[in-house]
């Protein structure tokens, strides 16, 4: 588990950061997406793959939420 | 147009590399390579903030330097203390020229070294009653320091001294805050780390003192974050958004104060200029306090006309206006400047390596003046940095992370540049060389860069030290006396 940020950038899209690691990355998807259930599994840009517990979407970016990593694409 | 083509480059580095042991060969080839503009991302192409390989020689710094050094140091009314040794404190102090306005050891205490001088009883016994010690002296001494941080160097970690309780004892008791920053320097593997923590330490102990009292506020309110005054910067910066009608609330950190600090979680917008020191606090403040970041960059006309735009663009018309009138008020001068310089230095080609921003916000600045920077690199970048670098590159430049000393001889030979911008460490080896070179650290004991009075400073040191008649007299010690007897009859 690793604590990460969740923002947007200029563009409107989503941005991942962990700031343990400072790696930062675009996110491609985002398994929810609606006002009631947001979260689950996120795709990287750089081919990496975490997951965050699905939450109600929150009002405002950025977040920090706690994040699982599923796929291993660091280097 | 670069200095050499793409398959003349990567022949180059597969020479320089040809050197190494397999292992290592393995490991610095990660660690360069050829820009490609159309890229997106570095990742595939360079890795960076990785361990610097025993054996070669790196330009990086600690972690302690990146705490102590860069983030902490120049905060004038806070007294850091360099705890431990005393050779940490006294070999670096004051040797960045962060410059400020005060009274040194009366209101400010920049260019003081405050030293714990560990002894070996201290390593033996601890050290934590000398620093609590120390603190009540400093309080004696220098009743009109704001605060104090206590920046450990390498002992302090390893003997496992217990400074957060000093400092909460120690601030309980003086009634100022007292920050405890472990940047020990074995941490992580240059002085990026050090940023981070000491951008840590001053979100838990700092940031949020003044929540919930007033501030008059106004909504043209921004704070300068990321700017360390080096030969006076951040005043060159400041003046222009104050022109263009902007309130600088704080400076972080060169000629920052504590009360600075404190109030900025009550500013419209963050300008970040060194990404990689400040992006830390920049994401906490927009998570916490909803204050939105921008990077900018004030080298040179064309990226400082582009960076007001930027930034007026988060503002209401009458900033949007005064940024047009600001850079309409300056382009005569800009213009005056390029004219006299660029004839002189027109064509030339430039190679950098310097720390975290400049390796590619001064690429427009050269530009600019009709230089052209073919290669370029950074001591502690991460890949973020190398995302940024890549747009403002050319094609086929050359793109070096965490350079060892004899990578850089080698990268400098075959490329023949005309001018090369790094630091103290490899000043000497390429004056030795014969070939023209600038501190891009310290502005070589000039400044400031920044901005449009840094500009014309800028351009008349390039011209200054590119065009000096002395370089062609110099011979390295290498090259044989015969040698230099046939170029001569030559």
New interface residues.
């Given amino acids: 588990m690793a604590n990460i940020?969740i923002?947007q950038n200029a563009a409107g899209g989503l941005v991942f950061?962990l700031?343990k690691r400072?790696?930062?990355a675009d996110i491609q998807s985002i398994e929810f997406d609606t006002p009631e259930k947001w979260g689950g599994e996120l795709k990287l840009?750089?081919g990496g793959s975490y997951y965050v517990d699905p939450i109600p979407k929150p009002a405002?970016l950025?977040?920090?939420v706690r994040a699982k990593r599923l796929g291993a694409a660091e280097? | 147009m670069a200095a050499l083509t793409r398959e003349a480059t990567e022949a180059l580095i597969a020479e320089v590399l040809e050197v190494y042991p397999e292992k290592a060969k393995k490991d610095r080839a990660k660690h360069l390579m050829i820009n490609d503009k159309t890229l997106?991302?570095s990742?595939k192409c360079i890795?960076s903030?990785r361990k610097s390989l025993p054996g070669v020689m790196t330009m990086r710094g600690c972690a302690y330097a990146g705490s102590k050094g860069v983030v902490w140091g120049p905060i004038k009314d806070i007294i850091s203390i360099s705890h431990g040794p005393i050779g940490c404190g006294q070999y670096a102090r004051a040797g960045r020229r962060n410059y400020y306005v005060g009274t040194t050891g009366v209101d400010a205490f920049c260019e003081l070294n405050f030293t714990s001088d560990f002894q070996e009883k201290d390593i033996v016994f601890g050290g934590d009653k000398k620093l609590a010690k120390l603190i009540e002296e400093i309080e004696q001494l220098f009743p009109l320091n704001k605060g104090i941080s206590v920046q450990s160097e390498c002992p302090i970690g390893l003997i496992g001294d217990d400074i957060e309780a000093v400092s909460k004892k120690a601030a309980a008791a003086i009634g100022k805050p007292v920050v405890p920053v472990r940047c020990e320097g074995f941490r992580g593997v240059s002085q990026?780390l050090g940023h981070?923590i000491a951008n840590d330490s001053v979100r838990d102990w700092i940031l949020s003192n003044r929540d919930g009292q007033a501030f008059e506020t106004t909504p043209y309110d921004v704070a300068i974050l990321g700017d360390y005054n080096i030969g006076g910067d951040a005043w060159a910066s400041r003046i222009l958004l104050e022109q263009m009608g902007l309130r600088v609330v704080a400076q972080w950190s060169g000629d920052g104060t504590l009360a600075e600090m404190e109030n900025t979680p009550k500013v419209k917008l963050n300008l970040l200029h060194c990404y990689r020191s400040m992006n830390?606090i920049s994401?906490h403040m927009?998570?916490k306090y909803?204050i939105p970041w921008l990077e900018y960059n004030f080298f040179g006309p064309t990226k400082i006309a582009e960076s007001l735009r930027k930034i007026a663009s988060f503002f209401d018309d009458k900033i949007k206006e005064g940024a047009e009138r600001v850079i309409a008020q300056h382009k005569e001068m800009m213009d005056a400047v390029i004219a006299k310089y660029r004839p002189r230095l027109e064509g030339k080609k430039v190679m950098l390596y310097v720390g975290g921003l400049r390796p590619r916000h001064v690429v427009g600045a050269y530009e600019d003046l009709g230089m052209e920077v073919v290669g370029t690199g950074y001591e502690f970048a991460?890949?973020?940095d190398y995302d940024r670098t890549i747009k403002d590159m050319g094609d086929a430049t050359l793109i070096y992370d965490d350079v060892t000393g004899y990578e850089f001889e080698e990268f400098v030979k075959a490329c023949k540049p005309d001018l090369i911008g790094s630091g103290i460490k490899e000043k000497y080896v390429f004056h030795k060389m014969g070939v023209p070179f600038r501190q891009l650290h310290s502005w070589d004991y000039s400044g400031p860069y920044h901005g449009v009075d840094g500009f014309a400073i800028f351009a008349r040191d390039m011209d200054m030290t590119l065009n000096n008649p002395c370089w062609s007299k110099l011979t390295p010690p290498w090259v044989k006396k015969d040698e230099v007897a046939e170029k001569k009859a030559a």
Wanted: glycine content about 4%; proline content about 7%; overall charge negative.
């Fill in positions: 940020m923002r950061y700031p400072d790696l930062e840009e750089n405002r950025p977040i920090s280097d | 997106e991302s990742k890795t903030n990026s981070h830390y994401r927009e998570e909803g991460h890949n973020d």
